[in-house]
């Protein structure tokens, strides 16, 4: 089975909103204007949702920031760009919300993610929810919370006593949040950037051991194994819609093959090149006792 793995792809727009006062609202939107508009060009995003359409995937799984401030405008486009790839992949379909999701309180009480994607929202009260595709046990969870300035995600003692629960059933081979809980070389999540309880979804990682746990946030692909959970591959899709000089940062997805059981064969790294086309690289998978 193939999976296709793409996040990351922060789709924008300028404007003020009625919550325009709100300290990571106003410094957003000053960082979108002065940097961050330049580095994620809005073609370069439909460029990639279209490349990712045409890919030849069994499934396709996206863990989040489809936004960038959570403004309804940026929410209407993601499900344009989205609505073409529910159609062919259907249920085989599977999306969480990232941290630019839930950019601030009012957005979040808005419900626009909700709205845009009903097919990827949690259950009333929920932030873990569960889907077979095609035979695998996908496990989501939404750890994205809105912090006046910073950008953490949070793993608090109720979302991990759900996670907790709904791992102890068994048989999840596929483990899907938006942040990491390890880096490349073992180094350490910024503070103002990291999740919040990343030690403790390591040990439940460890201790559930699902074969694959795939997230973002940090623009930048890569596969590593950490020692806390040796059995766990993580794999890191990086931007879907970023420029980058750098190939493991610029606009791309990986594809996963995958056994029956969950296990992964092989990586394909995958960005645009200049012209469009999609370059291909393998990605290599660390041994178990490894950790690069």
Same mark, same amino acid.
């Given at each position: ?13 300028? %404007?003020? &909103? @009625?919550?325009?006062? +709100?300290?990571? *609202?106003?410094? /957003?939107?000053?960082?979108?204007? #002065? ?104 496990? %989501?969870? &939404? @750890?994205?919370?809105? +912090?006046?300035? *910073?950008?953490? /995600?949070?793993?608090?003692?109720? #979302? ?133």
């Amino acid at each position: 089975m193939r999976i296709l793995h793409f996040g990351d792809i922060h789709f924008w727009q300028l %404007g003020l &909103d @009625a919550d325009f006062y +709100y300290p990571k *609202r106003v410094l /957003g939107t000053a960082n979108l204007w #002065l940097r961050r508009r330049h580095r994620f060009p809005p073609q370069l995003a439909r460029d990639a949702a279209a490349a990712v359409l045409a890919e030849a995937a069994d499934a396709v799984i996206f863990s989040g920031d489809m936004s960038t401030m959570s403004r309804e405008q940026e929410f209407a486009e993601a499900a344009r760009a989205f609505a073409p790839m529910v159609e062919k992949w259907g249920e085989r379909f599977f999306a969480i919300p990232g941290n630019h999701d839930r950019y601030t309180p009012r957005s979040v009480r808005l419900g626009g993610y909700e709205r845009h994607f009903p097919y990827a929202a949690f259950g009333a009260g929920e932030r873990v929810r569960t889907a077979d595709l095609g035979g695998l046990r996908v496990v %989501g969870f &939404d @750890a994205s919370r809105p +912090y006046r300035v *910073r950008s953490n /995600g949070l793993l608090d003692q109720a #979302l991990e006593d759900e996670l907790d629960g709904v791992l102890a059933a068994g048989g999840t081979q596929v483990l899907v949040g938006h942040f990491p809980f390890a880096y490349p070389g073992g180094a350490e999540g910024k503070w103002d950037h990291k999740l919040l309880g990343d030690e403790r979804l390591a040990a439940l990682v460890g201790r559930h051991r699902p074969p694959l746990y795939l997230h973002g946030h940090k623009h930048h692909r890569w596969a590593l194994r950490d020692p806390r959970a040796p059995e766990t591959l993580c794999v890191n899709c990086g931007p879907a819609g970023m420029a980058s000089p750098d190939p493991a940062k610029h606009a791309g997805w990986v594809l996963i093959e995958v056994g029956a059981d969950g296990t992964p064969a092989a990586l394909t790294a995958c960005h645009l090149g200049a012209g469009g086309e999609v370059l291909r690289a393998p990605l290599a998978i660390p041994e178990r006792s490894s950790n690069p």
